[in-house]
């Protein structure tokens, strides 16, 4: 009776280790830090590509550098402009999404100490599907607009 017992601890373990083993579905890349003075909040921009067959959604994002990292959208109504907090962000199917400036990004707010224009700071992005993606963040000036 031990044996099957053993076998099937054999099988999970090794089926643990097989999607351990899996390759990422989603990638981030380009990502950089709009870095603005004092304890005013900073903007994240990246892009994120999803090599999957189905859409995934960016649930969050970490960061030991701020205090609070979250998802925001600016969203454009005549010639006013507001930034809205977002829970997710849906990522399409063997496709792309930018985040930008006047669009997605990550609003950062809280440094928890004083950053300087060229610095990276490391980020881990959280999708839907339990995927985390890790990525460094340049920190750029204040009048940057991307690479």
């Known amino acids: 009776m031990k044996t099957p017992l053993v076998m099937l601890l054999a ?12 390759p990422a579905s989603v990638r981030v890349s380009g ?3 709009r870095l603005l003075p004092g304890n005013l909040p900073s903007g994240a ?3 994120v590509v999803n090599m999957g067959a189905q859409p995934v959604d960016l649930t969050g ?11 925001h959208q600016t969203r ?3 010639s006013t402009s507001s930034m809205v907090m977002v ?16 669009g997605y990004h ?9 950053l300087k224009v060229g610095v990276s700071i490391p980020f881990t ?17 204040a009048t940057a607009m991307g690479h």
């Open 61 to 71: 994002v970490r960061t030991d550098a701020y205090g609070t990292a979250m998802l």
């Open 125 to 141: 992005f959280v999708f839907s599907d339990g995927e985390q993606v890790n990525a460094e963040c340049e920190t750029k000036s």
């Open 87 to 102: 829970d997710k962000v849906t990522v399409p199917a063997h496709g792309t999404l930018a985040f930008t400036p006047g």
């Open 31 to 33: 990502c950089w830090i």
């Open 11 to 22: 099988v999970l373990c090794g089926w643990a280790g097989t999607a351990a083993a899996a």
């Open 106 to 114: 990550v609003m950062l707010e809280k440094p928890k100490t004083p």
């Open 76 to 78: 454009r109504s005549g």
């Open 45 to 47: 921009y990246f892009n």
